[in-house]
């Protein structure tokens, strides 16, 4: 199986492309930049695939890192893994990206209780809290969105509270941000294979619209 990996949640954008060869032995390429609003995908794309020595079309899946965090970099990764799967037929699988972060903390060898957090605007956090036993991470209280108060009681108490771009608006945070080959290697296992239009970012506020009233005399007609 090869796999292309798109991590966009964060200002840390990365791609991975991950297969094995008759040995069994890994190969990976991997590319990251940290940017603004636009995402260099392509060129990523490009750079990781030649760096594992593929071709595009080698990619038969797909993974896509769904947040939460930057609904313009989701949004955008989750266009190209829809594109690929009309074009070619490539399996898709979608990662929470607070839960490939708790993956790769564990790999890196901490333990203990994690408060992995994301910048949700107004405020607010999301946060999911999970516990890196030495048989892995494990869930401890499910993503939800949280006051920053609630986040700063955490740190108040000594707590580990990590995520991306953390440390700039919570003092005593420590940034952290999930990785495009742990997204490749979490969705070789999986069996949750997606059709495209079924890949959403994950966004716990509810969506409301209030439907804005014309402009006024704009029902009238022309006395032309």
Known sequence: MTILALEFSSQRRSVAALTRDADGL???GRACEAVGRATPAFSLIERALAKAGLAREAVDRIAVGLGPGSYTGIRAAIAIA???QLARGVALVGVESVRCLAV?????????????????QRREFYRATY????DGPHAVEPLRIVPAAEIEACLGRGETVLGPDVAATCRGARNAWPDAITAARISRSSDAVLPGEALTPIYLREVSFLKALPPRGSDRLSAR
Do not use: M
């Not at 516990?131 to 030495?134: D, I, M, S």
């Open 26 to 28: 890994e190969r990976i």
């Open 82 to 84: 829809q594109g690929w």
């Open 104 to 120: 790769q903390l564990h790999a890196a060898g901490e333990r203990g209780r994690r408060h992995l957090v994301v910048d949700a």
């Open 131 to 134: 516990e890196l036993a030495a």
